[in-house]
Nanobody, 135 residues
Framework: EVQLVESGGGLVQAGGSLRLSCAAS????????IGWFRQAPGKEREGVSC????????YYADSVKGRFTISSDNAKNTVYLQINSLKPEDTAVYYC????????????????????????????WGQGTQVTVSS
């Protein structure tokens, strides 16, 4: 059974940092893609970052570029999202999601560039971790 467990959220002041973790189990952590999404109250879920193991591609939404960094530790079956320079508008529940089949891309485009912040390729979702940023 595939499971994704997020952790690392919390209450921080604006300008602070957090490192979110997505611990994965139930699938081989060799060929995968992990996406991070967030959903603020009253807003749609937004794809903020992606990492793909097969081509080492990454993606960041414009709203988080330069502040968020995605990374993976395959030995620990864990993907991290380092969040720096937090802003009140970053307040949301953060979810990770996994594509364990690595859907194909076209036109030679790397995985995370092709799928960017789309929900489409992801089969499994975690329960989320709350990030609250005070001003």
């Amino acid at each position: 059974e595939v499971q994704l467990v997020e952790s690392g959220g919390g209450l921080v002041q604006a300008g602070g940092s957090l490192r979110l973790s997505c611990a994965a189990s139930g699938f081989t952590f060799d060929d995968y893609a992990i996406g991070w999404f967030r959903q603020a109250p009253g807003k749609e879920r937004e794809g903020v970052s992606c990492i793909s193991s097969n081509d080492d591609s990454t993606y960041y939404a414009d709203s988080v570029k330069g502040r968020f960094t995605i990374s993976s530790d395959n030995a620990k079956n864990t993907v991290y999202l380092q969040i720096n320079s937090l802003k009140p508008e970053d307040t949301a529940v953060y979810y990770c999601a996994a594509d364990t089949r690595l859907r194909e891309t076209f036109f030679g485009v790397s995985y995370c560039t092709y799928y960017s912040g789309s929900y489409y390729p992801y089969d499994y979702w975690g329960q989320g971790t709350q990030v609250t940023v005070s001003s």
